[in-house]
């Protein structure tokens, strides 16, 4: 069965503290990592798609990176406006995508 | 550009009562999602649709159905409502099912 755990349930930083967020996938074949960023009372917003092994992407303060095993979201010297709840989810053959239940990150000025 | 757009933003039902929650995309993308989000359980998806003309199952689907009116438009009726399904409700987007979806904003939905 297809399954992503994303790690740590919470964080909670000072503005300025860099940190990474982890997200574990066991999938059979791989298409695609995906990374969102949820808002209270918001939709989850699309912000990366990682294909392969290797490979990485970065927006801001965020880059994104993937092994064959897990996916990592840096956060460097993130600000108070970068508190969310970041998901994630793995694509595999022809069905939806799984999602992780996130990580709730605070940052504190 | 409004993306995907669900209505009602809000909802309270009496248990029993029965209610249709509606959503439309205008990216013209062939997939849409329905998913419930409860603190502590993330997202799961209740049904989905990869093409105009098909629905499938997800993780929770009962008491629910779903209607795919067309390209544009897929609905989740909640037939008998239950206390249980209180509930924030997302539908969701993609051009395929192993493609980054595009959710909406998401209907608030308490019963009683």
């Known amino acids: 069965e297809d399954q992503v755990t994303q790690s740590p349930e919470a964080l909670r930083l000072q503005e300025g503290e860099s940190s990474s967020l982890n997200c574990s996938y066991t999938?059979?074949?791989?298409?695609?990592l995906f990374w969102y960023r949820q808002d209270p009372g918001k939709g989850p917003e699309f912000l990366f798609t990682?294909?392969?092994a290797g490979e990485e992407k970065e927006k801001e303060r965020l880059k994104a990176t993937l092994t064959k095993k897990e996916s990592f979201l840096h956060i460097t010297a993130p600000k108070p406006e970068d508190s969310a709840t970041y998901l994630c989810?793995?694509?595999?053959?022809?069905?939806?995508?799984?999602f992780g239940k996130g990580t709730r990150l605070s940052v504190i000025a | 550009n409004a993306g995907v757009t669900q209505t009602p933003k809000f909802q309270v039902l009496k248990t029993g009562q029965s209610m249709t929650l509606q959503c439309a995309q205008d990216?013209?993308?062939?997939?849409m999602y329905w998913y419930r989000q409860d603190p502590g359980m993330g997202l799961r998806l209740i049904y989905y649709?990869?093409?105009?003309?098909?629905?499938d199952k997800g993780e929770v689907p009962n008491g629910y159905n779903v209607s795919r009116l067309n390209k544009r438009e897929f609905s989740l009726r909640l037939e008998s409502a239950a206390p249980s399904q209180t509930s924030v409700y997302f539908c969701a987007s993609s051009e395929q099912t192993t493609q980054p979806q595009h959710f909406g904003d998401g209907t608030r939905l308490s019963i009683l």
């Open positions: 989810a793995a694509a595999s053959g022809n069905t939806p995508l799984v």
């Open positions: 990682l294909y392969s």
């Open positions: 999938v059979s074949g791989l298409r695609g």
């Open positions: 649709s990869a093409s105009e003309g098909t629905t």
């Open positions: 990216m013209n993308h062939n997939s």
